[in-house]
């Protein structure tokens, strides 16, 4: 009997080893994917091009998405109708801290000009990295997603 006893207890002990590894995986991947999803959040991405404006990726809230889309037509003089409004309302997106701030912007912005807001970090492509319509433009973007996001102006290609 005891040749029995120490059998079961070598397989109860495999047994809690493969159940310890599998838990400690499943853990690993489990950190791993909220890590992935951090990273896949929506994006907001605003592009002046063609003698219009797209608005892409997503937002928080429908008043978000209004302001952005008033603040792009009335950059185009009204005409909503160059406005291209691919926004997505999703509570998991990026937050924008002052909505306004990002409609005057849009407002400022000129042909070719090219935002892309990430999880922790974003950037205006701008003709001119020292003229006076790129720094208010850096003002207006650390004021529209907070000063926890580092946002930086690079030169247009």
């Known amino acids: 009997m005891t040749k029995r006893f120490r ?7 495999a047994c809690l080893a493969i159940l310890a ?5 499943r853990l690993t991947a489990g950190s791993d994917a ?3 999803m951090a990273d896949a959040a929506p994006s907001l991405e605003i592009r002046w091009h063609g003698g219009g404006i797209v608005l892409q990726g997503a937002v928080q809230d429908i ?5 952005l889309a008033e603040g792009a037509a009335a ?19 990026l937050p924008v801290a002052d909505a306004a701030s990002l409609a005057r912007l849009i407002l400022l912005g000129q042909e070719g000009w090219h935002l892309q807001r990430r999880p922790t970090e974003g950037w205006l ?5 020292t003229d006076e319509r790129s720094v208010q433009a850096k003002a207006l973007l650390q004021a529209a997603f907070g000063p926890g996001v ?3 102006l ?3 290609p």
């Open 7 to 13: 059998i079961l207890v070598a397989v109860s002990v």
């Open 21 to 25: 590894a599998a838990v400690a995986w």
């Open 34 to 36: 909220q890590a992935r």
């Open 63 to 67: 008043a978000t998405q209004h302001a």
């Open 75 to 93: 950059r185009l003089g009204g005409e909503s109708d160059q406005v291209t409004d691919w926004l997505d309302i999703t509570p998991a997106a």
């Open 125 to 129: 492509a701008v003709q001119s990295l």
């Open 150 to 152: 580092a946002m930086r």
């Open 154 to 156: 690079v030169l247009l």
